[in-house]
Structure formats: C-alpha cells, structure tokens
C-alpha cells in the first residue's frame, strides 16, 4: 500500500485560519484591495498590511493569492468560458491543476479567491514527487474532461521540475480509457507558452491575465465531486 501523503498541509493551518484568525485576515484583504485598486504595489501593499495586522507568513501568502485589482477580476471573468461546447481541444497548466487537485483531496487549505478560482498555498520550487492523490487527481481531470466532451487535452508540464517526465507518462495512463485525445509538452517556460493560448486550464493569475479564454475545471471538479469544501473565501471581498 502506497504510503499516505497529505499534500499541502501545514499542521498550524487549522489555527492561523479558524476564527478569529480568519476575520483578521478577511479585514486585512479588504484593506490590500483598496490599496492596489488605488495604485499601489501588491508587494508593498500586502507588506504594509499584513504588518498591521501581524499576518503569519502563510497569511500573508494566502492574501496575496487570493486578492486582485478590480479590473484583473473584471478581465479574467469576461474571458471564463461557462457554456463549454462539444469538441474543445483545451491547454491544461499540468502542475499547477494537478497540485491543486491533490491539495483538495488532501483536504488541506484551499482558497477561494477573488476571480472565482481555487488556489493553494503548497509551493512547487522546482520539485514534485507523485503521491498517493495523484492517480486520482488526474482520473478526477479525466473524468470531467470526458464530461464536457472535449475533443483533445494538451498537458503543459514544466520540463525544470523534478519528475515532470515522469508524471506526464503517468497522465498518458491514467488517462488512456478515456475519449479524448491526450498530449504532453515538456516547456521550459510554461507561463509563456499559455499566455498565447485560449481554452485554458490553470489558476495562475499571469496566465489568467494573458490567455484568450480559460475553463475553471478546478473549481468544477471540487464542487462536483467535495462538495460542502471547506474553503477559505475571499469572494466577498469589496
């Protein structure tokens, strides 16, 4: 039996956000968000704010994902695709959805951010290793993908990262039964390659920022098949 992995969890989580942690780090969003709607620096903004409210490093992690400029929210949601029609061939961010998808299924932190994805605070700095989530990560991905009626998947894997050949073979078998098309691309810059794409899958704010169109599957996935997840969420933020 393949060992146990919950990917992405911090033992001190459970208290930096539960009550009354969590109402200190939702006041201190709002600030970060009329700041950098106001022009200032994310990165000064979120230091500012986060000393006021003497933000844990991992608080200050999740405010900075989770919170964006208002016309950022604005342009990734008019480039969401929510009616997906038949026979799409879509660009999947390989690490970045199947990390996400691991950490959810860890039931570790997830983020519900501002522009309606889910993001994680587990890191890849350059090293991955395949858990025990992984198989049903991407049979998870597969599942919906299959589901939407895609015609192909493209998988983009950062080739730098430790065992990214390794885990493209990995979604080739897990995804072999299904009727799709499947393709893997190691890229040395992943970011930049998506950013000329549309049907994109990932959470990554810069590509988000760039694609022409994108697909929350992510959030799809989670709600579908965890229902009731316990989030972090920031969408209420004004």
């Keep these: 039996m393949s060992k146990i992995v919950k990917r992405g969890y911090v033992p001190t989580d459970e208290k930096e956000f539960s009550s009354p942690e969590l109402d200190k780090i939702l006041k201190a969003s709002e600030d970060l968000y009329y700041l950098i709607n106001r022009g200032y620096d994310i990165k000064s903004a979120s230091t500012f704010t986060a000393n006021h409210f003497m933000l844990s490093q991992r ?8 919170v964006s400029k208002k016309e950022h929210i604005s342009n990734r949601k008019n480039k969401e695709i929510k009616n997906i029609t038949e026979g799409l061939e879509i660009n999947i961010d390989g690490f970045n959805t199947i990390i996400t998808l691991e950490v959810a299924l860890s039931d570790s932190l997830i983020l519900k951010c501002m522009d309606g994805t889910l993001r994680d605070l587990a890191g890849l700095r350059g090293t991955y290793r395949i858990v025990d989530k992984t198989e049903i990560a991407i049979k998870h991905i597969a599942k919906e993908l299959s589901a939407i009626k895609v015609k192909k998947a493209n998988f983009y894997m950062d080739a730098p990262v430790s065992n990214s050949g390794r885990l493209g073979q990995k979604i ?4 072999q039964d299904y009727d799709f098309e499947v393709e893997i ?20 704010a810069i590509i988000l920022d760039h694609c022409k169109s994108w697909i929350n599957l992510c959030r799809r996935i989670v709600d579908k098949n965890l229902g009731g997840y316990p989030y972090i969420n920031f969408c209420s933020i004004k």
């Design 185 to 204: 691309f190691n890229e040395n810059n992943v970011d930049r390659v998506l950013w000329e794409k549309e049907n994109v899958i990932t959470s990554d």
């Design 59 to 66: 608080q200050r992690m999740a405010i900075v994902r989770a």
């Design 172 to 175: 080739i078998e897990y995804t």
